[in-house]
């Protein structure tokens, strides 16, 4: 690889480098994908468990699933799509918070997200959490769903992004697993693994990208690694892209980490349902009862909370969960749970964080990191996405788009070539 060259050289291998990628090798462009991992995906990662069960441990959910381009993806790879809607659409039947309370939460959820919208583009932007009614008496459980959603609570969360974000409301999963489909798209296309970009170095007409297998050169690069990766090496660029950078700091990852548990007697729950572990504080992890029917429970903790738990690592996690769910169902059903899986977002070093939210006055951040640099740097990743951010089909587009932007530039060299070439 080292002294080779490139038209387009595509830095990180996730849905928004696999997408563009593929897009490029399709319109016969000389592009080569560069992953520091050993495996393409990033946060969109599928493993098996010992009964052969595909656990995403990073994007599990179609989201707006009407509409989402992985669903036809998806379908063409021979893949399941499991249509049932999801748990948080539907009451639970858990143990210490009725019917009545739960719908009283979805309503006040409701108006909090409707306040939110209702903030005009023309006014200051603000947290999140000042949407949040006074003397809401579920502000704390709204806090605990923006960890969920956002990876962090409402304080540090912009209004103006969240009123933003568009979401059909349709939610489908692939049985066969999210980050499974997203790393086999990737199938066929010019993949360098286990090789990380240092340095994209544009004082010279060809860009030069220093890897740690040796420089290659480009006349363009997509850049798609996670906005805080970006946001932590301003070296990464040479000259130094400030606006760059500081973009991204406003666009840093939130944390959601899932921790999957072993049931022993699975059928005291209703298949696909889910519960909080309390309801009346933000630090509370989600669990999903057995998801697809099998006999396990996916765990999901966000914000401050997963990032304390990442402090202890898998074990912090486990004795959480265990003593949540003992609280509500019994110290017989804690002490059968065993984990499965587990990954922890913040410490990886290849993401540091889950998925992108902005900061409060930072929703604007979203289209500076996006824009090109010399028609010859252009970028993509979720962070990128006005109305997608923080999830794998946002993150997918922009890699479309990232892509037929190099290839319309590449289109204007090569006629420019040509009439060079006539006259
Ligand atoms: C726990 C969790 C749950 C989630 N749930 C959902 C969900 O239900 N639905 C949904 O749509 N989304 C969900 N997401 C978010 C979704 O996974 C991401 O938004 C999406 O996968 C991001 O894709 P990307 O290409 O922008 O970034 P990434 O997937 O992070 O790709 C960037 C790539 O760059 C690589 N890289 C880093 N540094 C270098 C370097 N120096 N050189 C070369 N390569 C490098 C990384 O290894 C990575 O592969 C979830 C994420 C997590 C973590």
Redesign the pocket.
């Known amino acids: 690889m080292s002294g080779e060259n490139f038209q387009v050289v595509v ?7 696999i997408a563009a990628a593929r897009r490029l090798a399709e319109a016969g462009v000389a592009a080569l994908l ?4 050993e495996r ?5 990662w599928t493993i098996a468990d010992s009964s052969g069960f595909a656990l995403d ?7 707006s699933a009407d509409q989402n381009p992985w669903v036809e993806i998806a379908l063409a790879q021979g893949c399941a799509i499991d249509r049932t809607p999801p748990p948080w659409t539907r009451p639970s039947d858990q143990t210490g918070f009725p019917a009545s309370e739960q719908a009283s939460f979805v309503e006040a959820l409701m108006s909090f997200r409707a306040r939110v919208d209702a903030i005009g583009e023309d006014e200051p932007d603000r947290a999140a959490a000042t949407a949040v009614k006074p003397n809401e008496r579920w502000r704390a459980l709204i806090d605990a769903v923006s960890t969920f959603y956002s990876g962090a609570e409402l304080d540090r969360v912009s209004a103006r992004d969240l009123a933003r974000y568009d979401d059909s409301g349709v939610n489908w999963r692939i049985i066969e697993g ?1 980050g499974r489909v ?1 790393a086999a798209h990737g199938l066929g296309v010019a993949v360098e693994l286990n ?4 340095r994209i170095d544009r004082r010279s007409k060809q860009l030069r990208i220093e ?1 740690t297998k040796g420089a290659i050169s480009a006349e363009a690069a997509i850049v ?3 906005s805080t ?1 970006i946001a932590e090496r301003p070296e990464l660029f040479l000259p130094s892209l400030p606006e760059k950078t500081n973009a991204a700091a406003g666009l840093p990852l939130g944390l ?3 921790l999957f548990l072993s049931l022993e007697n699975p059928e005291q729950f209703e298949k696909g349902s889910r519960c909080f572990g309390h309801t009346d504080r933000a630090r509370t992890g989600a669990y999903h009862l057995r998801p697809f029917g099998r006999p396990m429970i996916e765990a999901f903790f966000g914000g401050e909370l997963a990032a304390d738990l990442e402090l202890g690592g898998e074990g912090a996690f486990l004795d959480f969960a265990v003593e949540e769910l003992g609280g509500l169902f019994g110290r017989q059903l804690s002490r059968g749970l065993k984990p499965i899986a587990f990954h922890g ?1 913040g410490a990886d070093p ?2 540091r964080g ?2 992108s939210y902005a900061l409060p006055g930072m929703a604007d951040c979203r289209a500076t990191l996006s824009a090109p640099v010399e028609d010859r740097l252009f970028f ?4 990128c996405s006005r109305e997608g951010y ?6 997918y587009l922009t ?1 479309l788009a990232a892509a037929d932007r190099a290839i319309e530039t590449f289109g204007l060299a090569k006629s420019d070539l040509a009439r060079t070439a006539q006259a």
């Open positions: 830095i990180g291998g996730g849905a928004a480098g560069i992953e520091a991992r393409l995906g990033g946060r969109a441990l990073g994007c599990g959910w179609l989201h999210y997203v090789c990380a970009v240092e890897t798609t690694l996670p990766l959601a980490d899932k977002w290849l993401s889950s998925y993509a990743g979720e962070a923080s999830t794998a089909h946002g993150a890699g």
